[in-house]
């Protein structure tokens, strides 16, 4: 019988994904301490979110609030009252929203252009409205962020462990002692003794089926499948938030989906949506407001939605980005250049020969995601941590603070790398843990079978399951049976593999199996809804006396215990 | 295929196959990378940024082609121009005379002033 081969490796901090959450974690840990492991899926150089690009960071920036009257106390109410529903962390938001701009100077200091002549603005930053009620955006040039990170990581000293799924975490008398990932190259397991572990591993991208029918087709990076989250409650770390959905029915360009923000999003002064009509339904960015319209039926200061003029039989929607002069066609071409998957949009257009001047982009909701605006993660306290001591959560990882997005990652990281640090200090020798038997049966399981699945029709199943059982008919009935049918799907798959690649999807399929029952469980759990990242058929009213809480789900002794937090 | 490496321009430095967040590509240090999972292409574009010989472009599979459609536009009348000021004003961190901002309430423009520029306040 096959037998895994497994390599040790040992560090006083290891740091699990390679985003913007993960790079600046790395730096701030290996500035802190001379032994530092980095390890990611993919590589630092382009992984992640950003990947190809960030445009956008928002923050409190003092010169330019204070101005216009908008203190941090306000920005930081004004997010957890329309960007969180009063449902936030509130001291980890606070720390968000008032280390922001440290953070972005930290970009500009290892190579980020942040400031631009044209700007009138103190400090000739680019600053935008998004989300909140002032001008606080700011609009970079962040195409290559990801490179300049991964070499701001390697300057610090921090060691690169790149193609290295980490997928279990080994604990110790409940506490942290190091993580185990895969080499989806050289197809080891790689076992990494750790004092302290920071998880950044983001969203859950897979687990919806998308619109266009193609599995990697989605607005954010397929390779994110839960690996972090998965790996964290079965170490017994408490998740919070996990049944809500992110954004759901948030519109793109159809089919060849992008982030950014097409039709909303800052970046396109003279850009309008319309029908099929040519009405306009939605104006200008400083007809609609300060804020950008996430959701499907959203009315825009039109009255009328894309939704709405769909369902009236005036579709399809089309963003029209023709209009403004040759400054303000080259300031949105910019800016897409800079936003993640814009290079590779903008190279599509001109290989097929679009041109916004002359062609409408036609839009279509998107795939509900997961995380995000829903910030479904581990619960984590004001030094990052987890309920698992040792064990840390920085960016899109994180549960409980909707929104926190870019500036998240960056904050989160860095404060996450000093907790980190702190903790490897006071810390004595590496220990041993436990917490990888399943994982290496999983494994080895695989790599003595010659016939049974593919990781496709497993992939397939799942994004039927999610999508049937979870967004249109939410109810307890509902997501009882999809959990039914991950458990049946967990039991009788019989994947196979041929070769690392694909043992890979493997075991992303096993976490994205792990999450979809954690949200299950949590849906049938929270009896109400609650705005549009939940709403059940059963309990259509939201229910502020019972539920205006965090509810967290954890395993203790293998039995799932659920927990209310009052934020 | 979705990103198609020219072999005649290739240095078969690996940047692609060492950068591609999907893994993709395969590669033997000896000659151009191979596409060997082209369905697991996400279309970031990483590939074509990051290729030293502008070796690299994407071809999009049939689903994912953007069906052309002509856009409005048209030489801006007075009103529009204006419009479009005011856009720009609060669109681009220039400040001078700024819109002000919409609290998101319906402005009352017809369908007529909105496709020349939208309504001029």
């Known amino acids: 019988m096959k037998q895994i081969e497994i390599q040790e490796h040992s560090c006083d901090i290891c740091v699990v994904g390679g985003g913007l959450a993960g790079c600046m974690a790395a730096i701030r840990a290996a500035e802190l301490n001379d032994d530092v492991i980095l390890a990611d899926k993919s590589n630092p150089e382009r992984s992640g979110c950003a990947g190809t690009g960030l445009d956008h960071i928002w923050g409190y920036f003092p010169e330019v609030q204070s101005r216009e009257g908008v203190s941090l106390e306000q920005m930081v109410e004004d997010h957890l009252q329309n960007v969180a529903h009063g449902l936030v962390n509130r001291p980890m938001l606070h720390y968000i929203a008032a280390t922001s701009y440290e953070r972005i100077l930290d970009l500009e200091r290892f190579g980020a252009r942040i400031r631009f002549e044209d700007s009138t603005l103190p400090g000739k930053l680019r600053l935008q409205y998004q989300m909140h009620a002032c001008r606080n955006t700011l609009h970079f040039e962040g195409r290559d962020i990801k490179r300049i990170l991964a070499k701001a990581v390697r300057k610090a000293g921090a060691r690169i462990l790149d193609r290295v799924m980490v997928t279990e975490l080994l604990t110790r008398d409940g506490q942290i002692a190091g993580v185990v990932g895969y080499g989806t190259r050289d197809g080891k397991i790689h076992r990494i003794r750790a004092k302290a572990v920071i998880m950044s591993t983001g969203r859950i991208n897979r687990l919806y089926k998308p619109y266009p029918g193609l599995t990697f087709a989605i607005r954010m990076p397929p390779a994110l499948t839960g690996d972090g989250k998965a790996a964290m409650f079965r170490a017994g770390a408490e998740l919070i938030n996990m049944e809500f959905l992110s954004i759901p029915g948030r519109w793109s360009s159809r089919n060849l989906i992008r982030g950014g923000g097409l039709p909303t999003g800052s970046y396109q002064p003279p850009g309008v949506g319309v029908n099929a009509l040519g009405e306009v339904i939605r104006r200008r960015n400083h007809e609609v407001g300060n804020k950008t319209v996430y959701g499907t039926a959203k009315t825009f200061a039109t009255g009328r939605s894309f939704q709405g003029e769909l369902e009236a039989g005036r579709g399809p929607i089309y963003a029209d980005m023709s209009w403004g002069s040759e400054e303000d066609q080259r300031y949105m071409l910019w800016a897409i250049e800079n936003e993640g998957l814009g290079p590779g949009f903008l190279h599509i257009m001109k290989r097929y020969g679009l041109d916004f001047r002359k062609h409408k982009i036609e839009l279509w909701p998107i795939e509900p995601e997961h995380s995000a605006a829903a910030a479904g993660g581990p619960m984590v306290d004001e030094s990052c941590q987890t309920t698992v001591p040792g064990l840390y959560a920085a960016g899109d990882e994180a549960g409980g603070i909707p929104g926190s997005v870019a500036p998240g990652a960056f904050t989160m990281g860095y404060l996450a790398a000093e907790s980190a640090a702190g903790r490897a200090a006071e810390t004595g020798a590496l220990r041993d843990g436990d917490g990888d038997g399943e994982l290496l049966d999983f494994c080895n399981e695989i790599l003595n079978r010659s016939t049974g699945d593919p990781w496709e029709d497993a992939q397939a199943t799942i994004h039927n399951h999610m999508s049937d059982y979870n967004i249109r008919f939410r109810s307890e009935t509902m997501a009882r049976r999809g959990l039914e049918c991950l458990e049946y799907l967990e039991n009788n798959m019989r994947l196979t593999a041929s070769n690392p690649h694909e043992l890979t999807h493997c075991l992303e399929i096993r976490n994205l199996i792990e999450c979809g029952k954690i949200i299950f469980r949590s849906t049938i759990e929270r009896k109400e809804s609650r705005g549009e990242i939940f709403q059940r058929r059963d309990y259509p009213e939201q229910d502020d006396a019972n539920w205006l809480c965090f509810l967290g789900q954890k395993l203790e002794n293998r039995q799932v215990r659920f927990r209310k937090h009052t934020p | ?121």
Not at chain 2, 31 to 36: D, E, G, K, N, T
Request: charged share 20%.
């Open chain 2, 1 to 121: 295929m979705p990103p198609v490496i020219d072999k005649k321009l290739c240095n078969t430095c690996g940047i692609c196959y060492n950068i591609c967040p999907q893994d993709v590509f395969s590669f033997d240090r000896k000659q151009a990378p191979i596409i060997a999972y082209p369905q697991e292409c996400w279309y970031c574009g990483a590939c074509v940024v990051d290729c030293p010989k502008g070796a690299v472009s994407l071809t999009l599979p049939l689903p994912l082609h953007i069906v052309p459609s002509p856009a409005l536009y048209g030489p801006p009348g007075p009103q529009e121009r204006q419009a479009l000021e005011l856009a720009a004003d609060f669109s681009r961190s220039i400040e001078g005379d700024p819109a002000e901002p919409d609290s998101g309430q319906e402005t009352g423009g017809s369908d007529a002033a909105d496709r020349q520029g939208g309504k001029a306040r």
